[in-house]
């Protein structure tokens, strides 16, 4: 049987972060990743597009106090807000300025009313959806940007407390190279098993003992930086159980889903948008499938996609063709028949998170009136021996990677004082 003083499961942004904070405290650690490379749901896609494409995570959000800023430095971080245009349209055609100023002033309304209906609620349990403002022109469009496409779920599934909580400054921080590139930096020179999947942590005897097709290895300690939706499913066989405090916050901390898609311009026609403006339309309900475009990110050939919340769960289980079809027929309702003469059908990709049996979805959220769920599912299980580690166990970072980081780091800090505890024992 191998053996190593702490094992981190899972490569993602967690469990390098927890990895390099052992390795540098020189300590013996073993990561498994069940994947077959690190990054988990921050992956680049660099060859179909003919230049850097985000899968999944795309900015380094809260950008001064991201720990991840510092380790991007080399890869020529650049300010997205400073370039920021949007183009929104009004049923096929480009709002006025005077209906994009009162889309800026609903905006504006948007998150005082939230924090003085919690502040009203005294307590009370409150989603975000009921303390929305609703009835505007505008609501429902705002409730969509800050529902399902930033938090990839509809306002009505979240947490009051928890949202308001997890709400994120400036400055956003694109990498030209992809964010997944920079974690494959990161994780150079760990030492990673790929394509080791743990079907079974026993951490009821002397020490943890993880079992899988890699064969077992035991530790003194384990960091586990799996996806909640993969715990609430039973990725893992626990022995013991997990305290059942632990697994019902798994479950009160599901994955919304967020689809991304970049395709590619047929020949010359730019569609009217300069490098990095976002295209949108206006809806008349939150839960509508409209999709958001970036254009041509860096002067890149390729529109990014996002469409988020319930109707990327249901394009996600009809394949990636049903969201490259989608997007066209979005990009169609704003451009006619000018958006199949200037975007390619084939040559695109897009992102499947929601059926990647790793992931199940792509980050979460808490429900109401759960929003204590992150505390349980990040304090580490018998001082330090079992941790937990990942975006949904931060409470102020929630969903990012900069929270992943700080979380994983943190449970290396827990795990090695159990382990000089015991060693000193």
Not at 60 to 89: E, I, K, M, W, Y
Not at 207 to 222: L, N, Y
Not at 242 to 248: A, D, F, G, R, W
Not at 260 to 282: H, Y
Request: glycine share 12%.
């Amino acid at each position: 049987m191998a053996q190593t003083d702490i094992l981190v499961i899972g490569a993602g942004a967690a469990g390098l972060a927890a990895a390099r904070a052992l390795r540098d405290a020189r300590q013996d650690v073993q990561v498994l990743e069940a994947r077959n490379r690190p990054g988990g749901r921050a992956w680049t896609d660099r060859a179909t597009l003919a230049a850097p494409f985000d899968l999944g995570a795309t900015w380094l959000h809260q950008a001064r106090d991201n720990p991840l800023t510092p380790l991007a430095q080399g890869a020529a971080p650049f300010d997205h807000d400073s370039v920021r245009r949007h183009r929104c349209l009004i049923g096929g055609r480009v709002a006025t300025a005077a209906e994009e100023a009162e889309y800026d002033a609903a905006y504006a309304r948007f998150h005082p009313a939230l924090q003085a209906a919690r502040e009203a609620a005294g307590g009370r349990p409150l989603s975000a959806g009921e303390a929305a403002p609703r009835g505007g022109p505008w609501d429902a469009t705002v409730a969509h940007w800050e529902g399902p496409v930033i938090c990839a779920a509809p306002l009505a599934a979240m947490d009051l407390a928890d949202f308001l909580d997890t709400q994120l400054d400036p400055p956003n921080l694109l990498l030209p190279q992809g964010i997944g590139t920079l974690l494959e930096g990161l994780a150079a020179g760990l030492p990673i098993a790929y394509g080791a999947v743990v079907e079974r942590l026993a951490w009821g005897g002397r020490r943890i003992v993880a079992e899988g097709g890699f064969g077992r290895i035991e530790a003194d300690s384990a960091i586990l930086t799996l996806p909640t939706a993969v715990l609430a499913r039973g990725g893992v066989r626990f022995d013991p159980p997990l305290p059942p405090e632990v697994m019902q916050a798994a479950h009160d901390l599901p994955l919304g889903l967020l689809a991304k898609i970049g395709l590619r311009a047929a020949g010359a026609d730019r569609l009217d948008l300069a490098p990095f403006t976002g295209l949108e339309r206006r809806v008349e309900d939150e839960a509508e499938p409209a999709m958001s475009f970036i254009a041509w990110p860096f002067g890149h050939d390729h529109l990014m996609g996002f469409l988020g919340g319930e109707a990327a769960w249901t394009l996600s289980a009809e394949g990636p063709a049903a969201l490259r079809d989608h997007a066209l027929s979005e990009l169609a309702r704003a451009y006619g028949a000018r958006a199949a003469r200037a975007i390619r059908a084939e040559g695109y990709v897009a992102s499947d998170w929601g059926r990647d049996p790793f992931s199940l979805g792509a980050y979460s959220h808490a429900r109401p009136g759960r929003a204590e769920a992150r505390r349980i599912l990040g304090t580490p299980l018998q001082e330090g021996r079992l941790c937990f580690a990942g975006e949904a166990c931060h409470p102020r970072l929630a969903a990012t990677l900069g929270g992943a980081w700080e979380s994983g780091t943190a449970a290396a800090a827990a795990a090695l004082a159990h382990v000089r505890r015991s060693r000193a024992a």
